[in-house]
């Protein structure tokens, strides 16, 4: 399909009765945010959701209810249990725009989310798709989410050939999915037709190897009908991802009550926020700092591979262990923290594991 399809009469006028009838028999179901119409709990899970997985989520977001009942609730709260809850999820930047979202709901309206997608919209870290999720499925408004899962549904059964990496065809593919939509629906068939987007690009219609002879649009589905599915959607922008190494000062105190030496990341960039070991660029810039004697005691452990959005990270630990309280400046600026308060703090997911490992393991030589 080339240029802009935007009339009703160029779209499948049975999209959405399918959608609809499909999610309501074969759609997913029982999970802890379906079937609700509390915009707190929706607007949760739809945050936890983006870039992870339902079964990683779940967790989450009965840990997080379980503290945060409620927006006030998650108002209130300091920016460091928020971390700290939200540790080893990733994405942290959805952490720090929840807080200040909540915050903005209740300062701004009351304690209430608007309830409409285009209010929605201007409160933090809110977009367009996650506006629309909760308008939907709390207030049966009519209008289509429009996230990655899709994008790719609908590219695929309208063989849309514009780029998504240019803004036109973007804009296109919005318009056509608010031109999809069911007529006059309820707000029950919202629910529906909004899950049933979710669970078809989840479940079916996925980025590789999708199962076209289970899906309910396979009659009306022109990619499918090409023979060619997985040639939709058409992005020609590729992610150019970095490739960095970083060397992790890991430092414990094992004087009766073990604690690590910290210091809380910058507000913007990798992992903004965050508690961190120092963070060096090389293994000289690491012994640089330290006392001549600290560095003859450094153990290097085995280098640790994290994948980020943009980027490969390679970490290698140096770890050391102190028996006295080291003088002022013999350390990077940071703070002890205690082995056992460890998860009171935000901290990035590989960090964790390599704390935990450090405070369980004899990898120290006591003296």
Known sequence: MSGVVGRRADLPPTFAPLLIDWQRRAGRSGL???????????????????????????????????????????AAAQTDEVMALWSGLGYYSRARNLHRCAQAVVATHGGEFPSTAARLETLPGIGASTAAAIASFCFGERVSIVDGNVRRVLTRLLAFEGDLAQTKPQRALWEIAQALLPNNPSADDMTAYTQGLMDLGATLCTRSRPSCGQCPMQGICRGYQAGEPQRFPVKTRTLKRRH?????????????????WLQRRPASGIWAGLYCPPVFESEQAAHAGLPSAWVNRLIALDAVSHSLTHRELRLHPLLLELTSEPLSGELPEGQWVEAERLGQHGLPAPVKLLLHAAWASDLFVRT
């Open 244 to 260: 960095e190494s970083w060397w992790l000062l890991l430092v414990k105190r094992a004087d009766g009550r073990e604690r690590f």
């Open 32 to 74: 802890p945010w379906q079937g609700i119409r509390d915009p707190y709990r929706v607007w949760l899970s739809e945050v936890m959701l983006q870039q992870t997985q339902v079964s990683t989520v779940l967790g989450y977001y009965a840990r997080f209810l379980e503290r945060f009942p409620d927006v006030r609730a998650l």
